[in-house]
């Protein structure tokens, strides 16, 4: 199979890297990919996370999506106990 020149010297891809033959599929990690969401979070909790991230060396987003990630797998449950009304 004749190209046109990439590196000098380079004309022909070798037949173990024939790629013409390759049968198309779907990409089996599409079910994973990331929604991207708008959230409003307060000030000092996103201060919080993205301090944590710098600790941990990762980003703020990936730190508070492996925390909800958690609490998905540990199956959480927000317990809220509003002050009641006077």
Partial sequence: M???????GV???KAEYDLSNMQARRNPYAS???K???MRISEDVVDYFKSMADAAGVPYQSLINLYLRDC????RKV?????KAV
């Avoid at 998905?72 to 199956?75: E, I, M, P």
């Fill in 2 to 8: 004749t190209r046109g020149r990439l590196l000098p």
């Fill in 11 to 13: 004309t022909d891809m």
């Fill in 32 to 34: 994973k990919l990331k």
């Fill in 36 to 38: 991207p969401v708008t």
């Fill in 72 to 75: 998905f797998a540990q199956n």
């Fill in 79 to 83: 317990q809220i106990n509003w002050p």
